[in-house]
């Protein structure tokens, strides 16, 4: 009453005892081998227990009782075998990979045993496969020719010829028509011995994927080849390998730059952090290998005005940028070598040159320079220059623009050097501006008469005012001295001088101090003066002859002071009034002079006696003459004087007044 299991278990009991009860007596034992192909039908005829006894037995239905060789003998599951026939069929279709042979045994009632195998012929009926569909492998861009990389190889669980029999690359990864030929080619072991008819073929190990070349990452990162096993079956059956080859980067690339050399201009006035441009540099490398970073290059020797002295870039973006104030007149044009570098181990480095022009702005006032045409350039004039004559040369000049186009601009605009126009201001028309045919070039000259002693200095303003926008504009303001010509003689103070002086004054005695001046320039040889005495009249009243000494000049002027003053004794009744001649001369060149003239009376003092004309006079006298009466007549002479001083023209005069002698 139990399930098919007990049944099969009852059955082996049963001919185990069988077979155990008829070992000791003299059983007759035979072989049976059978063959079936795998993957037949259900109710396949496999063969017959009959054929495998001896003649003598009896061929009709004779009975079997079935052993199994093993208790998990799938053998009832897999045949059927009739217990009275001994036909063998299949129960099920057979697969040779999962069972691959079957060993029982089978008794007859009549004590013969008949021992079987049946073996499961192969069939092609599998394709050879890989452990897996796909895998990657990482190779190395450096990896040198004849690197091999170990696959794993395929399996077929089919026998013999049916099973793996090679590989093959099925799709290179080069392009057809490569003239280098292919990247990777298979490498795989010698097959050996054949294998036993039964037994499944093994792998072809080892398989290896050989480099045949150097790979570029930067060319391909990546090659996809297909790797096929196939077996001997005809038709053949194949499995495929999907083998991805990654090529790992290495730093074998430099940046390059995208420009050789970069040109750029910025204006002067950009502030500091201004962008000027930008440089670019890529790296066909992969990560670090391919991370560039930017610098400046250091030139070398002593350090100059460029580099990073006036620059700076970026080190991730390559934007240059303004690291201090500019000035284009200081330096327009800068050149900087900048320098990609790479993240590798041992960085790979390209240069480029950046070439940037510095824009000009009007940041720059115009110049002006002056040169007098004067003995140690001083900014004077002479008085007796005309009009015409050149005062002084005066250029402009602006730092800002292109040369060439402030020519352009100075010949367009007339008077204006570089675009810079020049006016004067002051002088009320004394002077005037001139074009000195060079650009930018001016001459002062004088336009009207000049005169020292009516105006010694002229305020003049230069006003140069560049084209700029907005304009810049420089102003100077000179002083212009008159110098001085010997043009205005001496003139005196009052053409008649007045003087009284005693004649008892000793020698040396100052009278009066005559004064003459000169409108020329002070503290020049045109204004100094130097005077002069001229006799008018001699010395001596021809009646009285004195000494000749007193017949020389009396009196005498200091050249300097103009103070006349006795030279020796005076007598006024030699002479009473004297009158001089002075001259006043300058030192100029030629010189000029001028006179005047003075009158000096002699005062009088009591220095002489009464005097008699006659020490004796005999008069005769009539007795009776009245009282009264004049009978001789003495004369003697004196003189006395009254001295008046007055006050006249700021000069001390002295008059004196004679006194008659009384007649008694």
């Known amino acids: 009453g139990g399930g098919p299991g007990a049944r099969r278990a009852l059955l082996g009991l049963c001919v185990h005892a069988w077979l155990w009860a008829s070992s000791g007596s003299s059983a007759q034992v035979f072989n049976l081998s059978l063959s079936v192909d795998e993957g037949l039908p259900a109710d396949t005829l496999v063969g017959d227990l009959r054929a495998a006894l001896e003649a003598a037995q009896p061929q009709g239905a004779v009975g079997f009782l079935l052993s199994e060789d093993s208790e998990d003998s799938p053998l009832l599951d897999d045949f059927h075998v009739h217990p009275d026939t001994g036909i063998i069929r299949t129960a099920r279709r057979l697969d040779r990979e999962r069972r691959d042979r079957y060993r029982f045994v089978a008794a007859t009632l009549l004590g013969a045993v008949v021992q079987v195998e049946i073996r499961v012929n192969d069939v092609n009926d599998h394709s050879p496969r890989f452990p897996r569909d796909s895998l990657q492998l990482d190779v190395s861009e450096l990896s040198p020719p004849g690197t091999a990389f170990r696959l794993p190889g395929a399996h077929d669980p089919d026998a013999g010829l049916f099973g793996t029999q090679g590989y093959s690359l099925v799709q290179p990864s080069e392009p057809p028509g490569d003239p280098e030929g292919p990247f990777f080619q298979l490498r795989y072991g010698a097959p050996g011995p054949p294998p036993p008819a039964s037994a499944s ?211 367009d605009l007339g008077l204006g050097g570089g675009g810079i126009s020049l006016s004067l201001e002051g002088g009320e028309g004394a002077f005037a501006l001139r074009p000195g045919g060079a650009p930018g070039v001016f001459f002062l000259c004088v336009e009207g008469p000049l005169d020292r002693e009516s105006r010694d200095l002229y305020e003049l303003r230069l006003v140069a005012t560049d084209a700029g926008s907005p304009p810049l504009s420089t102003e100077e303001t000179l002083l212009l001295r008159v110098t001085d010509l010997n043009d205005q003689p001496p003139v005196f103070s009052q053409e008649l001088y007045r003087a009284s002086v005693s004649e008892a004054a000793a020698p040396g005695t100052a009278v009066l101090w005559v004064s003459a001046s000169d409108a020329d320039e002070p503290g020049t040889d045109h204004a100094r003066l130097r005077y002069a005495l001229v006799q008018l009249q001699a010395g001596c009243e021809p009646e ?114 004679p006194r008659f002698p009384i007649r008694k």
């Open 201 to 411: 073929s093994p792998p072809l190990e080892p398989l290896d994927l050989v480099l045949l070349r150097r790979l570029d990452r930067e060319t391909a990162a990546a090659h996809e080849l297909q790797i096929e096993a196939w077996d001997g079956g005809s038709p053949r059956r194949r499995g495929r390998l999907r083998v991805e080859v990654r090529v790992l980067d290495e730093n074998d690339n430099a940046p390059v730059f995208q420009q050789d050399e970069y040109r750029a201009a910025v204006r002067e006035d950009a502030p500091p952090g201004a962008e000027v441009c930008r440089v670019r540099a890529t790296d066909r490398d992969l990560g670090p290998n391919g991370l560039v970073r930017y610098r400046l290059r250091a030139r070398p020797g002593p350090r100059s005005p460029d580099g990073d002295a006036y620059f700076t870039v970026d080190e991730l973006s390559g934007a240059v940028r303004v690291r201090r104030p500019l000035d284009r007149e200081a330096q327009a044009w800068h050149q900087l070598v900048i320098e990609a570098r790479d993240g590798g181990a041992e960085p790979e480095v390209a240069t480029a040159r950046v070439s940037i022009t510095v824009l000009d702005v009007n940041d720059n006032r115009p110049a002006i320079h002056l040169l007098f045409f004067t003995e140690g350039a001083a900014a004077c004039v002479s008085e007796g220059a005309r009009p015409g004559d050149y005062v002084a040369r005066v250029s402009v000049s602006d730092a800002d623009g292109d040369p060439q186009r402030e020519e352009e601009a100075s010949r």
């Open 544 to 657: 009285v002859p004195p000494p000749a000494a007193e017949c020389r000049p009396a009196f005498a002027i200091h050249p300097e002071s103009g103070a006349i003053s006795t030279v020796r004794a005076l007598d006024r009744e030699a002479q009473e009034e004297v009158e001089l001649r002075v001259v006043a001369q300058d030192l100029g060149r030629p010189p000029l002079s001028a006179t005047c003239r003075v009158r000096i009376t002699v005062a009088d003092v009591n220095d002489h006696e009464p005097v008699f004309p006659r020490q004796v006079y005999n008069a005769t006298l009539a007795e009776h003459t009245p009282v009264g009466h004049c009978f001789l007549q003495l004369m003697s002479t004196q003189s006395t004087f009254v001295q008046i001083k007055q006050k006249q023209n700021e000069t001390e005069e002295t008059k004196f007044i």
